[in-house]
């Protein structure tokens, strides 16, 4: 079967993210490959993947029960199975109860954190705990969602200062904004070295978004709970983030990853000088993180 993909089905406020099989692309396909899925079972009715699978084409055929039954199967078949389990809190969180929704995140996350504490990798972790903090909110405890929203945004800060490290680390001596341009005969702004430094710069926008969303849900959160210590001052670094953040991208937008530019460099200079590089950027944001958190 094939490698999980990481999906989203996302309202404003309540981001239901999930891990997805990639079988199945509609005209008739998802038809086609529950048939070749069928005869996977028939020989082997304790393959979780193939239980996975089904449960996935299910629900893109708009077959909710039978897709939610073919994920309980899979965890069941096999309990480790992440995947078929954050599914089926997802479909509870989309189209059942959302209590029993943050009943089966509860029960998942131990098992993810520990994968994450196997792996390095907590996107999965910290999906979860989102997803979590959605439903809690939903289901009327806000009090919980906002502690829950609370640890998902620490593990995110944690992935921020990783990325900044890893992009001081790689950055080329020669580099500054915004100079987007290359020099001449190419010199540390080309190859591999290069693609390294602007796939940092990469994961470093993409911790930045996740902390501003994950930051809205929390404010959310403590809205609902009538939690107003700090709120105009949390609501104003918000906000000044976001703005900030969205100067840093268009600084960046021009960034390859393969170490080739594009005409870029003029462009953002106007934006550069307004907002700073996105590494200062970065790390104006992550200042305003830390002082809030004191």
């Known amino acids: 079967m094939a ?3 990481v999906g989203s089905l996302s309202s404003r406020f309540s981001p239901v993210l999930r891990l997805a099989p990639l079988l199945g692309s509609g005209g008739g396909r998802y038809e086609a490959a529950l048939e070749e899925i069928g005869l996977i079972l028939e020989a082997n009715p304790k393959d979780a993947e193939a239980w996975y699978n089904k449960g996935y084409n299910h629900e893109q055929l708009g077959q909710v029960l039978l897709g939610a039954d073919a994920y309980a199967l899979a965890a069941e078949v096999d309990p480790q199975h992440i995947p078929a389990k954050l599914n089926l809190a997802a479909l509870h969180h989309r189209h059942g109860s959302v209590s029993e929704a943050a009943a089966h995140y509860a029960r998942l996350e131990p098992l993810v954190a520990a994968r994450a504490r196997e792996t390095g990798d907590d996107s999965t972790l910290v ?3 989102e997803n979590s903090g959605a439903a809690a909110l939903m289901a009327g405890n806000a009090s919980k969602a906002g502690l829950v929203h609370q ?3 620490g593990l995110l800060r944690r992935r921020l200062r990783k ?8 950055r080329p001596p ?3 904004f915004p100079l ?4 001449a005969g190419g010199g540390a702004r080309s190859g591999a070295a290069f693609g390294a430094w602007a796939a940092s710069v990469a994961r470093m926008a993409e911790a930045e978004d996740e902390i501003i969303a994950c930051r809205v849900h929390l404010l959310q959160a403590r809205k609902a709970a009538c939690d107003w210590r700090g709120w105009e001052a949390s609501f104003d670094k918000l906000v000044a983030r976001v703005v900030n953040w969205q100067l840093g991208h268009r600084a960046v937008r021009g960034l390859p990853e393969e170490g080739r530019f594009g005409e870029c460099g003029q ?6 000088e307004a907002g700073g590089s996105a590494a200062e950027i970065a790390g104006v944001a992550e200042a305003a993180d830390e ?3 004191a």
Do not use: I, Y
């Open 291 to 293: 002082e809030e958190a």
């Open 151 to 153: 640890r998902a945004l």
């Open 3 to 5: 490698r999980p993909r």
């Open 267 to 272: 462009r953002d200079q106007e934006t550069v």
């Open 127 to 129: 999906m979860v705990l």
């Open 174 to 176: 020669d580099f500054s």
């Open 163 to 170: 990325a900044r490290g890893e992009e001081a680390r790689l």
């Open 180 to 183: 987007l341009e290359p020099s």
